[in-house]
């Protein structure tokens, strides 16, 4: 009976000692959790949902090589367009009053030479703008470049450096979609790991944002842009594209200043302690690197600009290209720059006069064939690293501006045409590529740009039967 005693008494304490150590691993875990230890001591696992090529595949795993993908649409090969068919498709849907007094058409070939063409030469081309603004950033920069936003320390001075990622946010969003987005909070992080390295705890926090200059807002936009929050103050530092809140429409009259704020406050939850308020100033030269987060590459945040008709991405992708060809990052800067660097690709621009990156400017002018001639170098084998500018555009009734047209009046375009829509009070645009029934490739504009106002919806309507049209058509000679 003693024997048996001192056995129960062996396993009880045995059973004790392992739920101890389950509630210690317990607490461990939540403490590693809540405060980023893994992160903190360099030991964490790589993040499957960030950093998929990464995580290393379980041992003894062997998985088949990938089947070929079948193709879900045809190559867009190109071959020579019939003038004859396209004005046989068309008709007299450009003749209606509605569409008001300057209506341009122009078709081209997938060389961007015009087989029909009616209407005044050079439009206003608001938002379809934005197809030269994307092809100018793509030249200039490359599909693969990323914008850094980081962080710097000189003595207990952190600043934090504004890169121009048009896409920053403020935290990571798994329903933000794509593409995905860099973030204060885990740039917060970073840093404070790096400042516990160097045995900082407690810091005062500038911003910087100087990479762009000039005014925050075009003196050619319409005076009421920014205080009605039409578009937010343009800068080099900001979350949300200068929202107050993800989502919503009103916009900070300082974004650069609301973003330091947040920043500070994720830098104090990290642990780190920041004394003051962030006060804006140019980082030293002889700073130290911190940390830093990165943009999605530049072709994926294209396609995001195009596919929203995104006016502020526009304009920080005006600056970048400024920036790339030792221009000032302001409006005139960015406005020159994205002439100059399409002129160089051969983009005919004689008669354009480009006052922003957007196309939000009412005096923009913009010749029909210089939209053409763009789209044409996007889609030249030659220069495959800006097929971006088209490949990007939103997909009638499916995707972004374009999800919700074309699909009462003008279903022959579903799926068959990609293009830019470019709307101010009074102008009325499309511009893109489409395949006819017979699989031609055409590309095509359609800008009406002296609407009533009561005419909106009319002349909306119109230009997607025109697009629709050419989807139709068997428009190969």
Known sequence: ????????????????????LVVLCLVLAGAAHAFDLGERLGIAAPDPSREPAAVVPPAGLELPEPATAAAVAPPLTGGTVSSGEVRRALGRLTEDRRLGRRVAVAVAGVDGAPVYSEGPDV????????????????????????????????????????????????????????????????????????????GRERVRLRYDATLFTGPAGSPDWEDDYLPDDVVSPITSLWVDEGREQPGLVFRSANPAGDAA??????????????????????????ARRLAEVRSAELVEVVQRILEVSD??????????????????????????????????????????????????????????????AAMATALDPAHAELSGAVEGLPVAGFSGSLAYRFVTSADAALGRVRAKTGTLTGVHGLAGVVTGRDDSVMLFVAIADRVKPVHTLFVRDRLDQIAAALAGCACAR
């Open 1 to 20: 009976m003693a024997e048996g005693d001192r056995l129960h008494r062996r396993w009880r304490r045995l059973t004790d000692l392992l739920a101890g």
């Open 123 to 198: 439009v206003t081309p608001a938002s379809t703008l934005k197809i030269i603004t994307s092809l100018a950033a793509l030249a200039a920069l490359g599909p693969q470049h990323r914008f850094a936003t980081t962080t710097v320390l000189a003595g207990n001075e952190v600043t934090l450096v504004g890169g121009g990622d048009p896409f920053l946010e403020r935290e990571p969003d798994p329903d933000a979609g794509y593409p995905e987005r860099a973030d204060l909070a885990t740039l917060a992080r970073r840093t404070a790991v790096a400042l516990e390295k160097a």
């Open 261 to 286: 704020l947040y920043f500070a406050e994720r830098l104090r939850r990290a642990g780190i302690a920041v004394v003051g308020r962030p006060r804006p100033d140019a980082a030293p030269e002889r």
């Open 311 to 372: 006016n502020e991405g526009a304009e920080v992708l005006a600056r970048h290209v400024a920036l790339a060809t030792g221009a000032p990052a302001s409006f005139v800067g960015g406005a020159t720059a994205v002439r100059e660097v399409v002129e160089g690709l051969g983009v005919p621009m004689r008669g354009a006069r480009i006052l922003d990156g957007s196309g939000l400017a009412r005096g923009d002018r913009l010749p029909v064939g210089s939209l053409l």
